[in-house]
């Protein structure tokens, strides 16, 4: 009996501090819980992961704004949007994959009761930016969404709110938090993988992203927008340095999308290549970005014939900067912040020389890719580039630059085709392409919604005209 006791007492002794024995059925590993850095890093990665990846069933925007071509699957530049999951991915990538952990980093600063409020404040700021970011993205794909009875688990059937209500209502979101930022808090630090806790550069940022998104209502609610930008044009990124951009790794899971995609470290697929959309009007302008964006052919740039098949070998590729393992995703630069401020200049928004602006986003973008300033100064000097003689109208000038300084941020180029109708794109067609082609100016809505969420979706598609791929945004008016 001793014997039977004194073998008994180790078990004993080792369960006395647990309520139960679950508590040893806790993998160490797999944390049930994270910390809200953890969660608000994951969320950046997320994000970046959305907006750059090329991969065909989640993000097209780079061949509907004719950057690159296809070799040999043809549904993606001929607008097929129901072949893959392309909708359903974009759309839970940033529900599930981006807002899903800021609102659980937000619960738990909000709970924490060891946290000064200082500090709630400014995490709680960064959060915000980047959650508004987020919002903005998906009502400029997709038009009306869930919004306001989203992310609730306990309502599985979300109404579908107004996209322009959602859209004022990030703005006044952002515009409360942009204060906050400067509480004197203690920032989200290691785990910000922008600015790693510098608070100035988080005000330049999110008054940058401020400018951003009143800009896209420029058409559509002007006296907004000139306020808004007013208000953020003092407190932008001012140089190539303050870009927001996030740090891939050389290997996976935490690779640049794109390497996952195009380099063969990774894949031996052959499906991009640079479109000749692209590629010959930059070699009429000798344009110094080349040789960063593009692969030579027998010593020339060459790019694929949009929308048809093209034989991989025989043409210039995507170049070994973008698919690097290790290149950053940009969610905002300096050369998107100066286009934007000529912009705003031509609408009268704010006072200044839009041509000063200009040349100051050509030549960040130039100089951002690995071009020197002396390049850019005589590439602004040729009669097509040089602001007084580009094009027509500001529109067309300023357009056509961005669309260059945009390459391979294939979504925010989208954004900006469709709000400046700059360049002029067309569909492929002849041959074997379908009658009637239009590029996509809005995302269709997941086909999953159909089935799980079927009458909210279907009130939706009516209220804004339609679930088309060629339905207009509010925002969208010329």
Known sequence: MKKLIILFLPFLLLTACVDSLDDYNVDTKR??????????????????????????????????????????????????????????????????????????????????????????????????????????????????????????????????????????????????????????????????????????????????????LAMIIADSDPAKAKKMVAEAAPKVFTSNSDKAAFPYVASPPNNNQISQNLNELFTSRQDFIPAATIVNPMNELNDPRREFFFTKLDGKYVGGQYGFLNTFSNFSHVSEKIIDPAFEALFLDYSEVEFLLAEAVERQFITGSAAEHYNKGVTASITYWGGTAEQAAAYLAQPKVAYATAGATWKEKIGFQKWLALYNRGWESWVEWRRLDAPKLSPPSGGNVPAGLAIPVRMIYPIIEQTLNGANRSAAAEAIGGDLATTKLWWDKF
């Open 31 to 212: 944390p049930s819980t994270a910390p809200p850095v953890t969660l608000f890093s994951n969320a950046l990665k997320g994000l970046a992961d959305t907006l750059t990846s090329p991969n065909v069933n989640v993000n097209n925007y780079r061949l509907y704004v004719q950057q690159w071509t296809t070799t040999t699957y043809l549904d993606e530049p001929r607008y097929n949007v129901t072949a893959r999951i392309i909708p359903e991915s974009f759309w839970r990538g940033l529900y599930k994959g981006v807002i899903s952990d800021l609102n659980e980093s937000r619960r738990i600063i909000n709970e924490d009761q060891f946290l000064s409020q200082q500090t709630k404040d400014v995490q709680l700021a960064q959060i915000e930016v980047v959650e508004v970011l987020t919002w903005a993205a998906l009502v400029n794909t997709f038009g009306d969404i869930p919004y306001s009875e989203s992310m609730n688990p306990e309502n599985p059937l979300p109404k579908y709110d107004d996209a322009k209500t959602i859209y004022d209502a990030i703005l006044a979101r952002l515009d409360a938090a942009l204060p906050k930022l400067e509480s004197g808090g203690t920032p989200f630090g290691g785990g910000d993988l922008l600015y790693k806790g510098n608070i100035p550069q988080w005000v330049k940022f999110g008054n940058s992203v401020k400018l951003k």
